[in-house]
Structure formats: C-alpha cells, structure tokens
C-alpha cells in the first residue's frame, strides 16, 4: 500500500510541519464576524488542518481587511476559485500533491483510491461536508444521463470503464479501477478542477430524482430552463461564481449579486484550515474584485488601485511599474513564469493544404526555421536579456528539466538553416529572393496572432527579417483568439504565435497531455488532438511518426504505476520535441510582474503560472493578511 500523504493531526506540508493534536490549540475567534454565527470550534473540523507559518519564514497575520484586484472582465469573478486554491489534494510550493480538503489519500497499486474527509468539516452555509457529496456528484451528477449524457469525464475511466464507487463511512469513500489511474489525483489539483464532490444538500431540491416537481417547475420557469436538468446545470456552479447561493468549500465564497462590475467575495466562516496560533483561515475579509478595461489595468496599478495585481500586467509594463512604486507605496516583485516558452510559433501539423501538410512534417523545415532565429537579439530587445533564449520545453526549475532539450536545434546558424532548405528541395527562388514552394508558390508563411500581446507581434517583426535572410518570407495576421481557434479547426490555419507549454515545470506525476496530441483546442495539432477527445469520430487519426510515439507514450503513462516508470515516459517525451522542434520557442524565462500594495506574506520570489499554480494559489493567498 502507498500513502500519498498521512496527515492524522491535520498538519499541512506546503507551510511547515506541525506536530500535536488541533485540541491542544486555543482556537482564537476572527473579529468581526457575524455574532449568531456558531463559535469557532464548531466552526472548524476537528481535524483542521494547521499550518506553521513562522517556521516557514512567513509571519502570523492579523485578521480583518479587504483587497482590491481588478479583473478585465466580469466572468474573470471566477478566479477566485482559482486563487483560493482549496483543493482535494493540491501541489505546495515544492510540487508535491499533498492533501488539503482531505484529511488523507491512500493509494493501493495505482488504482484504488480511499479519500478521507475532516470530521466536522462544514460548507461555508454551515452544513456538514462528506461522503454524501461525493456520492451524490458519483451517482447523481456524472452518472446521470440526464446531466452528463456523454458519460463519465476522461479522468475517472480507465480503458473505457469508470471505477467501483463506494460509501466506506460518513467521512471516507473509495474508488476502485481495474488498472491504474495516475491521472486521477494530479486532475483534482488542478486551477480548474472537476470538483468531485457537490453540496448535495442544496442541489438535491433542484434534482429530478430529489426535488419537489412544483418547486422545480417555478424555480425552472425562472430562469427560463426547459426542465430540471438544465435547471439543475444553471444552480451547479461550483466553478464560475454565478450562483451566490451555492455553498462553498473555498476561503472567499461569493454571497451577493447586486453588480457586474464590481464582486465583493466574503471569507467563509466554516473553511478547514487554522494557523498554528489558533487563528481560522483566510486572514483577509474580503476580496474585491473591480472589472477594467484590460488595457489600463496596468496603468490603474501604478496609479494604486489595486493591492495584488498580475491578472493583465505582463513585463513590457514592469518600466511603468517601478516608475509608480515610490508615488503609490507598492512593490513590483517578478515571479518565475512557468510557461516552456514566453512566446512559441506553433506550425500546425494537421494543415488542410497538402504542400503544407508535407513541408511542415519534414523535420528539416521546421529545423531550418529554428536556426533560422537570433533568440538572443530577440531578448535583449524585448526582454532586456532577462529571459532566457531557447527551446520551448521545461524549465530548469522542473525535475525533469535537461539542458539539451533547451537548446537542441536552438542556436541562430543561418547558413546552416539554408542548407536544410536545399536539401529538402527548396532551391528555385523568385525575383525577391523568396524560396518557391513545390508546387511553385512563394514560401509565405502566415502567422496568425491572437492580436491580444503586442510583444508577439513585436517578436514577429524580428523573426520576418530574420527568415527573410534564408529565403522564407513571414506575414504577421492580428486575428482574434475565436477565429485562430475555429481556422485550426477547419485545417486553413498554417501556423501561429501563442505562449508555450502551459506546464513548464512538470514532474513525473503530472500527466504529459500538454505534450501530446490529446486535446482538440490546441494550435498545431487539433486534428489529432479532437480524433482522441472524440474516441476516432472526429479529427484525424495520427498518421505522423513522431506523434505516433507520443501517443503510445501518453498511453504508457496512463497505465503506469511507478514514479520509474513516468519518469522514463516524460524524457522520452521531451527528447521527441527537442528532437523534432515540433514547438519553435524563442525565449523562456521572462519574469511576471506582481504588483504589491498593503499585503504581507507574498512571496517577493515566487512561481506564476495555472497548471500547476493557480496564480496566487500554490502560494497560498489564504496566508495574505492586510497590512493596515
């Protein structure tokens, strides 16, 4: 039997190890709180979990406050699941997966998982949290044809089959496959997580086999439903924080609707963890978050107006930034970005056009155009050599990181870019000096752009004098994110410029799927990636030899049960794309600005990223506590 993690005494890794039962606490009242609320120790379960801030060179904080972020849009409410980051089981600062909502996870040969929850444990409306919330979202929500008529999500099947569910106890449930499922807990970490668990004590009055039909019916009447199910979706919202009334698990709950512009998230009163002094978690009252026009959002932060800010700020604003530090009394720290690269050209190797197809799968084009880059001109103009020029891959900072696939074909060697275009063919050129095609066509590549960070046309600029000089002619084309994405999937897209791999710090635990041609909404290769999300009735099935290997590799991974064995899947994986240049990074590294105003215990250095992450998350926003 493996154990992810054994937290009897509720103690949480990502701070510092605290030793001793919670009832040798003092558990200390938050101030200001609602007086007909019930005290703090029925607040809280009696398996709270702890945390030593001090021993983890962070300060105890003073309850109270509340802080200003500005979104650049009103559905943006959301991330504040994402940055409250309360979590089955989530990653801590050194990416181990460690439990948090949870009390413990046991794990027998890869495929049986028992989930523990805290005894006493409370929704932030004050009802009781366990097993019934994971049954219910098992046999009710994802098992219902009704709501789900697909079936149950990817992560909890295994060779086409879901797993045995079972009710162990009040506060335990387990979950059996017949093989492996190392993708079930890295899932449940996620920004976004598939939250397997509802408050079934409020959902069950809007469900067809719980509720009353009257109370169904008026209640679907209002907001325009045609029946319960679609009813049921409107109020199971535990993601995007439209519904207020919806009971939470997470440290800042929404509770009130009354504007579009500007959300004011309240702590909740029952959430699980408490500082080693006795203090409940989260510190802050309030989080206030105000929709902006994104493209002022950074000058409203140099102005002062926000008290955490990386949401719509990227580096090209770090000038303005530190110009308003002095003025305003805020600090302006730079993260490690987490993405492979800050800017990645994505060929799109499922292409309709067949000259296309063929040129952009030979290996020594896509070689040749790498070469073809002065990645380091392209940092010291746009970066001001603060980045890193090479691959687009993982970084230093990931246990899997190896030099090689950063550099690999990543040196700027124009003569030796021409001599690739030679050998493939590519000789006869026009009275412009720009290579013909097979078929006679100049070779003009058309790179679409989302149109929504100027630093990629900037480095776009760069790059079409640099290609122009062997003999490739590049054409910038500002889109819209919608059209590069429906252009993708209708085959006309031939190539594009996007940030590179989300997950620029995997370990071996983390599932490879930014890597493989698995999911549909990706750039270079949706093809392959929707022929796997729709089990071979859409897309195209791989017919590459490269992604081949990738798709035989992703399969080994899911059926993995050792660290050993992931580990070899991954370098695999990541020798295949230094190998094959199938992303053309250009500069990795580059700092995020994060604005800071009023806040303690925000890290000066820290991770920014989603996947894994969260934004502020895996930093734990719930330790900030307000200054004044």
Same mark, same amino acid.
């Given at each position: ?21 919670? *009832? ?25 979990? %702890? &945390?030593?801030? @001090? ?36 990653? !801590?600062?050194? $990416? ?69 569910? @079972? ?5 335990? %449930? ?23 668990? +509802? ?46 009334? $919806? ?5 800042? &709950? ?52 926000? !008290? ?46 067949? &000259? ?24 010291? %103009? ?15 900072? *990931? ?11 990543? #040196? ?7 001599? $690739? ?7 006869? +050129? !026009?009275? @412009? ?13 058309? %790179? ?15 790059? *079409? ?14 889109? #819209? ?12 897209? &031939? ?78 994986? $990541? ?29 000066? @250095? ?23």
């Amino acid at each position: 039997m493996t154990f992810i993690n054994i937290l009897r005494v509720g103690v949480f890794v990502s701070s510092a190890m605290l030793a001793g039962p919670l *009832s040798a606490l003092e558990l200390k009242e938050t101030p200001g709180l609602d007086p007909s609320l019930p005290p703090i120790e029925e607040r809280v379960p009696a398996e709270a979990l %702890v &945390v030593d801030l @001090e021993a983890s060179g962070r300060t105890t904080g003073t309850p109270g406050g509340s802080l200003d972020t500005l979104i650049g849009r009103a559905k943006d409410v959301r991330l504040i699941n994402v940055w409250g980051y309360a979590r089955l089981v989530g990653y !801590n600062e050194q $990416l181990d997966l460690v439990p948090d909502i949870l009390e413990d996870v046991e794990v027998e040969d890869g495929r049986i998982f028992t989930l523990h929850t805290r005894e006493g444990h409370k929704w932030s409306d004050g009802a009781p949290f366990g097993a019934d919330d994971f049954r219910y979202y098992f046999e009710d929500v994802a098992s219902s044809e009704d709501l789900n008529p697909s079936g149950l999500p990817p992560f909890l099947t295994v060779d086409g089959k879901g797993p045995k569910f @079972e009710v162990l106890d009040e506060t335990t %449930v387990r979950y059996t496959w017949d093989a492996p499922n190392p993708l079930f807990l890295p899932e449940l970490a996620k920004s976004r997580p598939p939250f397997i668990y +509802r408050p079934a004590h409020y959902l069950k009055q809007f469900h067809g086999k719980y509720g009353d039909p009257d109370f169904i019916k008026n209640e679907a009447e209002k907001v325009k439903a045609r029946s319960w199910a679609p009813l049921h979706n409107k109020k199971d919202d535990m993601y995007d924080a439209r519904n207020v009334d $919806l009971p939470s698990l997470q440290p800042w &709950v929404r509770n009130r609707d009354d504007s579009d512009l500007r959300f004011v998230l309240d702590r909740n009163p029952y959430y699980h963890r408490i500082d080693s002094t006795g203090q409940q978690l989260p510190y802050i009252d309030q989080v206030v978050m105000t929709v902006a026009d994104g493209k002022l959002i950074p000058a409203k932060t140099q102005a002062g107006e926000s !008290n955490l800010q990386a949401r719509n700020i990227s580096f090209s604003d770090v000038t303005v930034l530190k110009k308003g530090e002095k003025q305003n009394d805020y600090t302006t720290a730079l993260w490690s970005n987490t993405k492979g690269s800050e800017i990645s050209i994505q060929p799109n190797l499922t292409v309709k056009d067949p &000259v296309w197809r063929e040129l952009l799968r030979d290996t020594r084009f896509r070689h040749a155009l790498s070469l073809g880059i002065d990645r380091n001109l392209i940092n010291r %103009v746009l970066f001001f050599g603060l980045g890193k020029p090479v691959n687009d891959t993982v970084l230093p900072a *990931s246990p899997l990181y190896k030099a090689e696939y950063a550099t690999e074909w990543a #040196q700027y060697d124009p003569e030796k870019a021409k001599a $690739l275009l030679d050998e493939i063919g590519l000789t006869e +050129r !026009n009275s @412009e000096g720009i290579r013909l095609m097979p078929d006679g066509r100049p070779l003009e590549i058309i %790179v679409e752009t989302a149109g929504e960070e100027q630093v990629q046309d900037d480095a776009l600029e760069l790059v *079409s004098e640099m290609w122009k000089e062997i003999g490739i002619k590049l054409f910038p084309k500002p889109s #819209q994110r919608d059209n590069m994405r429906e252009r993708a999937i209708t085959g006309d897209l &031939v190539m594009s410029v996007w940030g590179g791999f989300e997950n620029g710090i995997p370990t071996s635990e983390m599932p490879p799927d930014d890597y493989v041609p698995v999911h549909g909404d990706r750039l270079n290769w949706f093809a392959w990636g929707d022929y796997y999300e729709t089990g071979g009735e859409g897309g195209e099935k791989p017919d590459w030899p490269p992604a081949e290997r990738l798709m035989e590799l992703y399969d080994a991974w899911l059926g993995s049960r050792t660290k050993e064995e992931r580990t070899e899947i991954w370098e695999e994986i $990541l020798q295949i794309h230094a190998d094959e240049t199938i992303h053309i990074g250009l500069v990795s590294g580059v700092p995020q600005p994060v604005a800071i105003k009023d806040v303690e215990n925000v890290p000066l @250095e820290g991770i920014y990223g989603w996947d894994p992450g969260a934004h502020f998350g895996i930093h734990r926003m719930d330790e900030f506590y307000m200054a004044k």
